[in-house]
């Protein structure tokens, strides 16, 4: 009578430990043909994989990257993981719009507007403005984008996709479960790409304002000063046995801003990083936090500087200090690294004289990091 309870407890404890083990092994099973059905579809479209469970490459004017992934989802006891695939599409270009494109409900959307909630861009197309929410720093700009048929009708048909999204680098959308078969994946990516293309054209056709003025100032500097400027995508750039020079314009918040770049072509491995000192840097410097002082008062007022190499750092730094301190003067924000230089200003540089002083600065730091001695006259390109 006691064996009988005990059997089919070992029974039922059985019963459960096999069920697990099936459900485990059936998971693994549907992970790794959903896997094999992955690389089948990277090599199908010409895409890269990297790894199992993401691939890239080229689709109509943008960059594709897909990725198989997971997310929690839920609160507390309730919370789970759900499997899910992610498109992304860069732009073929920069926009420099700040534009943010998303869905929205046209009935909660007319009461938020009725309300003053929100104060989205409308473009003057009722099946458009109905749907989607734009945001941009330069409203008029938008709709000139926005406006023509192409766009309109892409991005009304991309809205329908699982949290769309597009701004000035990609479009987006996700969906539940891992793709496995080009039809689906066609359905997210094919609407993805009609939105890319199309908004590279007309944006390609509807410039900025701001951007004629930019392609005078900037664009005179190459026939003065021997650099190549790219007027589709406001970008001086100049490249010299030490490396690439580059301004660009960017946008941060709702301005435009400059940013400079210098990447040197052999870094000498000094370890160097020069970073601008905040309030809790400052503080530490007191007790010793900088590795390298320079002897330049404003430069170690200004950064934390450190290396691996103090005594190369240093001399590499001196030889520079000056175009340092010019660029720190013009630049808010600057990072000196064994790679190169980075720097952001909060305004676009038109002035043609500072443009021209801070551009052969660059070129000589970028010189002195690549352990060259520059010649006064070598800045002149």
Partial sequence: MILAPICLAISVIGGIIALVVGIVVWGRKQRALSLANFARLAQQYGLTLH???????????????????????????????????????????RLRMGLTVTPQSAFFGDIADALGLVNDIKVGRSDLDDVVRIAA???????????????????????????????????FTQHDGWVGDGARLEANVRPLGAAVDALAEARAQHRAHWEAEVDRVWGALTSTEGFHYVPQHSVLRASTPSGTVE???????????????????????YGIQMSRAGALTSVGKLFGMQDVNIGVPVLDDAYVIKATNEQGARTTLLAVSGDLLKLHEAFGEMKVFDGG?????????????????????????????????????????
């Fill in 137 to 171: 720093v330069d409203p008029n700009h938008a709709v000139a984008v926005l406006s023509g048929e192409a766009v309109a009708r892409a991005l009304i048909a991309a809205r329908h996709l699982g949290r769309f999204r597009l701004n000035d680098e990609e479009a």
């Fill in 247 to 269: 301004l660009a314009v960017g946008l941060h918040g709702a301005g435009l801003v400059t940013h400079a770049r210098i990447s040197v072509a052999r870094p000498l491995g």
């Fill in 51 to 93: 790894g199992p469970q993401q691939m890239s490459g080229p689709f109509g004017r943008g960059q594709l990257q897909v990725a198989l992934t997971t997310e929690r989802r839920g609160s507390g006891k309730h919370q789970h993981t759900v499997s899910v695939t992610c498109y992304r599409l860069r732009h073929p270009g």
């Fill in 341 to 381: 230089l980075e720097a952001t200003r909060p305004q676009l540089l038109l002035d043609r004289v500072q443009l021209t002083a801070l551009l052969r600065a660059m070129l000589r730091v970028a010189d002195g990091l690549a352990g060259q001695r520059s010649e006064p006259e070598s800045a002149f390109r």
